[in-house]
C-alpha cells in the first residue's frame, strides 16, 4: 500500500493557461475524490467518482474545470484558462465503497496562478 | 447544508498541557465524524473518527466523543507533545452523500 499520490507537488502558471494534475489512488479503492485547499481554510469539495462514472459535482466546479477517471484507477483534473483565483492546493482522496469508506488524502498539489 | 464550525486558532500550548478543539456541526441525518491533521508541509492524516452518537474514537492519545445531543465532536489530550504541532481539521460525511465537509482548521503550536 503505497498511499494516494499526486503528480506534480507544484505548479506554477501564467493567467489563461491550461493546466491538468494527476491522482493515482490506493490500488483496491474505488471512490476517488478532488477537493480544493486555499490558505487557512479547510478543504472544499469539488467532485467524485466511483470507478470510471463522475457521480457528484460541486458548484464550485466551474465550466473551466473538467476531471476523468478514464479507466476507473487514476484521475486528472484539468483547469482551463486559468485565474488567479485558481491558486490553492488541489487535494486528492480516495475509499473503499464498502465499510465505513474512509476517505485517505495525498500530498496536494498546489497551484500558483501568477 | 452541513456545516462543521471550529474554534478559531492558533491554539498555543506549553508542553505536557491539556488540549481541547471544540468542534460542532449541523447536518441532517446521522453523519459520521472526523478529524484529521495537517502537519507542516504534509497532506491530511486521519487521526480519529466515530460513525454513531456516543461512540468514541481514539488515536495517539488524541481523543473525541460523538455528542448528538450537543452536535459537537471537540478534540482532546491529556498531555501535548512539541511534535503535535499541526492543523487540526474537523470534519462530517453525511450518510447521504460521500463528500466530507470541512470545518476551517485549528493550528495548534507546542512550545518546549
Redesign the interface.
Known sequence: DTG?SQDPRHKITKRGQNVTFRCDPISEHN?L?W?RQTL??????LT?FQNEAQ??K?RLLSDRFSAERPKGSFSTLEIQRTEQGDSAMY?C?SSLVSG?????????TRLLVL | GDS?TQMEGPVTLSEEAFLTINCTYTATGYP?L?W?VQYPG?????LL?A?KADDKGSNKGFEATYRKETTSFHLEKGSVQVSDSAVY?C?L?NNA?????????TRLMVKP
Not at chain 1, 100 to 108: A, K, V
Open positions: 494516494v471512490r475524490y477537493y487557512g481554510q479547510g478543504p472544499e469539495f467524485y457521480l457528484e460541486s487535494l482522496a465505513e469508506g474512509t476517505q485517505y488524502f495525498g500530498p496536494g | 462543521v459520521s472526523f484529521y504534509e497532506g491530511l492524516q486521519l473518527k460513525t481539521f470534519a460525511r452523500g460521500n463528500m466530507l465537509t470541512f470545518g476551517g482548521g
